[in-house]
Protein backbone atom coordinates (compact mmCIF):
# COMPACT_ATOMS: atom_id res chain seq x y z
CA UNK A 1 0.00 0.00 0.00
CA UNK A 2 1.02 3.59 -0.65
CA UNK A 3 0.29 7.10 -0.88
CA UNK A 4 1.37 10.66 -1.82
CA UNK A 5 2.34 12.44 0.73
CA UNK A 6 3.02 16.65 0.01
CA UNK A 7 6.86 17.46 1.19
CA UNK A 8 8.48 21.12 0.16
CA UNK A 9 5.41 21.50 -2.69
CA UNK A 10 6.28 18.17 -4.06
CA UNK A 11 4.47 14.82 -4.37
CA UNK A 12 6.15 11.67 -3.12
CA UNK A 13 5.34 8.30 -3.08
CA UNK A 14 5.68 6.52 0.49
CA UNK A 15 4.94 3.19 1.36
CA UNK A 16 2.78 2.30 4.43
CA UNK A 17 5.55 -0.29 6.32
CA UNK A 18 6.05 -1.73 9.82
CA UNK A 19 8.92 -0.42 11.39
CA UNK A 20 11.19 -3.17 11.97
CA UNK A 21 9.83 -5.40 8.71
CA UNK A 22 7.80 -7.47 10.28
CA UNK A 23 6.82 -6.05 13.72
CA UNK A 24 6.57 -2.13 15.26
CA UNK A 25 4.08 0.70 14.68
CA UNK A 26 3.10 1.29 11.20
CA UNK A 27 4.49 3.76 9.10
CA UNK A 28 3.99 5.72 6.45
CA UNK A 29 7.90 6.75 5.54
CA UNK A 30 9.07 8.10 8.61
CA UNK A 31 5.93 8.93 10.28
CA UNK A 32 4.40 6.80 13.01
CA UNK A 33 0.95 5.84 12.59
CA UNK A 34 0.78 5.00 16.56
CA UNK A 35 0.60 8.80 16.97
CA UNK A 36 -1.99 9.88 14.54
CA UNK A 37 -4.85 11.70 16.45
CA UNK A 38 -7.25 12.55 13.22
CA UNK A 39 -7.09 11.99 9.43
CA UNK A 40 -9.56 14.35 7.61
CA UNK A 41 -10.82 14.21 3.79
CA UNK A 42 -9.75 17.96 2.85
CA UNK A 43 -10.97 17.44 -0.83
CA UNK A 44 -12.74 14.11 -2.83
CA UNK A 45 -11.35 14.16 -6.33
CA UNK A 46 -12.71 10.58 -6.90
CA UNK A 47 -13.94 9.57 -10.19
CA UNK A 48 -16.37 6.92 -11.67
CA UNK A 49 -15.61 4.73 -14.30
CA UNK A 50 -18.41 2.76 -16.03
CA UNK A 51 -17.71 -0.46 -18.20
CA UNK A 52 -19.70 -1.92 -20.50
CA UNK A 53 -20.32 -5.60 -21.78
CA UNK A 54 -22.25 -7.26 -24.35
CA UNK A 55 -24.19 -10.10 -23.40
CA UNK A 56 -25.65 -13.01 -26.11
CA UNK A 57 -28.83 -13.44 -23.67
CA UNK A 58 -31.04 -11.15 -21.33
CA UNK A 59 -29.97 -12.19 -17.54
CA UNK A 60 -31.85 -11.07 -14.26
CA UNK A 61 -30.93 -7.64 -13.18
CA UNK A 62 -28.88 -7.16 -9.60
CA UNK A 63 -28.19 -4.35 -7.74
CA UNK A 64 -25.41 -3.74 -5.59
CA UNK A 65 -23.97 -0.38 -3.25
CA UNK A 66 -23.42 2.42 -5.68
CA UNK A 67 -20.25 4.26 -5.64
CA UNK A 68 -20.28 6.64 -2.78
CA UNK A 69 -19.09 10.06 -2.29
CA UNK A 70 -16.26 10.67 -0.09
CA UNK A 71 -17.74 13.67 2.40
CA UNK A 72 -15.29 15.36 4.80
CA UNK A 73 -15.76 16.39 8.28
CA UNK A 74 -15.48 13.40 11.32
CA UNK A 75 -17.81 10.60 10.60
CA UNK A 76 -17.56 7.45 13.13
CA UNK A 77 -14.70 8.82 15.39
CA UNK A 78 -12.12 10.90 14.40
CA UNK A 79 -11.74 9.61 10.37
CA UNK A 80 -13.37 11.81 8.55
CA UNK A 81 -14.31 10.36 5.92
CA UNK A 82 -17.17 7.70 4.45
CA UNK A 83 -15.66 5.52 1.57
CA UNK A 84 -17.38 4.58 -0.65
CA UNK A 85 -15.06 1.99 -1.70
CA UNK A 86 -14.72 -0.08 -5.16
CA UNK A 87 -18.02 -1.25 -4.97
CA UNK A 88 -20.47 -0.65 -7.66
CA UNK A 89 -24.66 -1.17 -9.20
CA UNK A 90 -24.75 -3.51 -11.77
CA UNK A 91 -27.87 -3.25 -13.99
CA UNK A 92 -28.59 -5.50 -17.29
CA UNK A 93 -31.10 -4.98 -20.27
CA UNK A 94 -31.31 -6.28 -23.27
CA UNK A 95 -28.14 -7.77 -24.24
CA UNK A 96 -25.75 -5.61 -22.48
CA UNK A 97 -24.04 -5.32 -18.78
CA UNK A 98 -23.21 -2.34 -17.33
CA UNK A 99 -21.49 -1.56 -13.94
CA UNK A 100 -20.01 1.44 -12.70
CA UNK A 101 -16.41 1.46 -10.42
CA UNK A 102 -15.56 4.50 -7.84
CA UNK A 103 -11.62 5.23 -8.50
CA UNK A 104 -11.11 6.86 -5.06
CA UNK A 105 -8.70 9.65 -5.07
CA UNK A 106 -8.68 11.39 -1.42
CA UNK A 107 -6.86 14.60 -0.01
CA UNK A 108 -6.55 13.66 3.37
CA UNK A 109 -4.99 15.66 6.12
CA UNK A 110 -3.26 14.31 9.14
CA UNK A 111 -2.77 15.56 12.29
CA UNK A 112 0.10 13.73 14.72
CA UNK A 113 0.43 13.91 18.36
CA UNK A 114 3.71 15.56 18.84
CA UNK A 115 1.94 18.51 16.88
CA UNK A 116 3.27 17.62 13.41
CA UNK A 117 0.93 17.32 9.97
CA UNK A 118 0.63 15.91 6.65
CA UNK A 119 -1.12 16.29 3.62
CA UNK A 120 -1.00 13.16 1.84
CA UNK A 121 -3.62 11.49 -1.84
CA UNK A 122 -4.80 8.01 -0.48
CA UNK A 123 -6.14 5.78 -3.99
CA UNK A 124 -6.48 2.46 -2.23
CA UNK A 125 -9.15 1.36 0.04
CA UNK A 126 -6.79 -1.13 1.98
CA UNK A 127 -4.79 2.44 3.14
CA UNK A 128 -8.04 4.22 4.27
CA UNK A 129 -8.94 1.04 6.56
CA UNK A 130 -4.85 0.84 7.92
CA UNK A 131 -5.65 4.36 8.98
CA UNK A 132 -8.89 4.38 10.56
CA UNK A 133 -7.50 1.60 12.38
CA UNK A 134 -4.48 3.71 13.56
CA UNK A 135 -6.34 7.07 14.73
CA UNK A 136 -6.52 6.80 18.17
CA UNK A 137 -4.84 3.99 19.12
CA UNK A 138 -2.38 4.16 22.16
CA UNK A 139 0.76 5.26 20.89
CA UNK A 140 3.61 2.53 21.34
CA UNK A 141 6.43 2.76 24.60
CA UNK A 142 9.90 2.64 24.32
CA UNK A 143 9.26 -0.90 26.18
CA UNK A 144 7.16 -2.07 23.26
CA UNK A 145 9.12 -0.52 20.48
CA UNK A 146 12.46 -2.39 22.08
CA UNK A 147 10.47 -5.71 22.37
CA UNK A 148 9.09 -5.48 18.54
CA UNK A 149 12.48 -4.74 17.66
CA UNK A 150 13.92 -7.89 19.07
CA UNK A 151 11.31 -10.02 17.95
CA UNK A 152 11.77 -8.88 14.49
CA UNK A 153 15.21 -9.72 14.39
CA UNK A 154 15.21 -12.85 15.58
CA UNK A 155 12.22 -14.13 13.12
CA UNK A 156 15.31 -12.22 10.48
CA UNK A 157 17.72 -14.53 11.77
CA UNK A 158 15.32 -17.54 11.48
CA UNK A 159 14.73 -16.47 7.90
CA UNK A 160 18.37 -16.23 7.06
CA UNK A 161 19.35 -19.45 8.63
CA UNK A 162 16.66 -21.15 6.95
CA UNK A 163 17.92 -19.86 3.78
CA UNK A 164 21.31 -20.88 4.31
CA UNK A 165 20.39 -24.29 5.17
CA UNK A 166 18.34 -24.53 2.14
CA UNK A 167 20.82 -23.31 -0.13
CA UNK A 168 23.78 -25.93 1.66
CA UNK A 169 21.04 -28.44 1.19
CA UNK A 170 20.78 -27.61 -3.12
CA UNK A 171 24.89 -27.30 -3.12
CA UNK A 172 24.90 -31.17 -1.85
CA UNK A 173 21.92 -32.61 -3.71
CA UNK A 174 22.31 -31.05 -6.78
CA UNK A 175 26.08 -33.25 -8.23
CA UNK A 176 23.87 -36.30 -6.85
CA UNK A 177 21.26 -35.70 -8.80
CA UNK A 178 23.00 -34.78 -11.96
CA UNK A 179 25.47 -37.63 -11.62
CA UNK A 180 22.56 -39.73 -11.27
CA UNK A 181 20.56 -38.43 -14.12
CA UNK A 182 23.77 -39.15 -16.48
CA UNK A 183 24.36 -42.97 -15.13
CA UNK A 184 20.96 -43.35 -16.46
CA UNK A 185 21.12 -41.88 -19.66
CA UNK A 186 24.48 -43.49 -20.19
CA UNK A 187 22.37 -46.94 -19.40
CA UNK A 188 19.92 -46.49 -21.80
CA UNK A 189 22.35 -45.82 -24.76
CA UNK A 190 24.42 -48.84 -23.44
CA UNK A 191 21.18 -50.78 -23.53
CA UNK A 192 20.35 -49.35 -27.11
CA UNK A 193 23.54 -50.65 -28.61
CA UNK A 194 23.47 -53.92 -27.12
CA UNK A 195 20.48 -54.38 -28.69
CA UNK A 196 21.46 -53.39 -31.93
CA UNK A 197 24.85 -55.57 -31.56
CA UNK A 198 22.70 -58.68 -30.64
CA UNK A 199 20.01 -58.08 -33.53
CA UNK A 200 22.97 -56.95 -36.12
CA UNK A 201 20.50 -54.26 -37.26
CA UNK A 202 20.44 -52.74 -40.70
CA UNK A 203 20.96 -49.37 -41.25
CA UNK A 204 17.70 -48.39 -41.05
CA UNK A 205 16.62 -50.05 -37.90
CA UNK A 206 20.40 -48.17 -36.99
CA UNK A 207 19.11 -44.99 -37.70
CA UNK A 208 15.88 -45.56 -35.77
CA UNK A 209 17.13 -46.91 -33.00
CA UNK A 210 19.18 -43.60 -33.02
CA UNK A 211 16.70 -41.50 -33.24
CA UNK A 212 14.71 -42.80 -31.20
CA UNK A 213 17.08 -44.30 -28.39
CA UNK A 214 18.70 -40.57 -27.66
CA UNK A 215 15.98 -39.17 -26.99
CA UNK A 216 14.27 -41.73 -24.72
CA UNK A 217 17.83 -41.70 -23.02
CA UNK A 218 18.30 -37.75 -22.47
CA UNK A 219 14.25 -37.65 -21.31
CA UNK A 220 14.94 -40.56 -18.76
CA UNK A 221 18.37 -39.00 -17.96
CA UNK A 222 16.40 -35.78 -16.63
CA UNK A 223 13.67 -38.02 -14.85
CA UNK A 224 16.20 -39.83 -12.93
CA UNK A 225 17.72 -36.36 -11.94
CA UNK A 226 15.22 -35.08 -10.79
CA UNK A 227 13.08 -38.37 -8.79
CA UNK A 228 16.94 -38.40 -7.52
CA UNK A 229 17.03 -34.59 -6.29
CA UNK A 230 13.16 -35.04 -4.64
CA UNK A 231 13.45 -38.51 -3.09
CA UNK A 232 17.53 -37.34 -1.43
CA UNK A 233 15.45 -33.92 0.06
CA UNK A 234 12.21 -35.70 1.16
CA UNK A 235 14.89 -37.94 3.06
CA UNK A 236 16.40 -34.90 4.67
Same mark, same amino acid.
Not at 33 to 42: I, M, P, T
Not at 169 to 195: H, N, Q, S, Y
Not at 199 to 204: E, N, S
Given at each position: ?63 ? /????? =???? #? &????? !? *? ?95 ? /????? =???? #? &????? !? *? ?42
Amino acid at each position: MEATVFQNGKEVRMRFRRMFETDGPWMLGEMRLDKLQSAEVARDASTVTTHEQSLSTTTTSATS /AAGRA =IVGG #L &VAGPF !G *AIIGGSGGRQTTSGSSISHQVLNSFVYLDLLFSDGSSAKIIVKDEGAFKLLQMQVGQPEWTLEQIEESKRRAAKRSELVRSKKKKDAELEAEIRPKA /ALAGW =ICFV #L &VVMLC !G *AFLYVTDADGVLLGFAIIMGLPSAAILGVLAKKVTYAWIKSNR
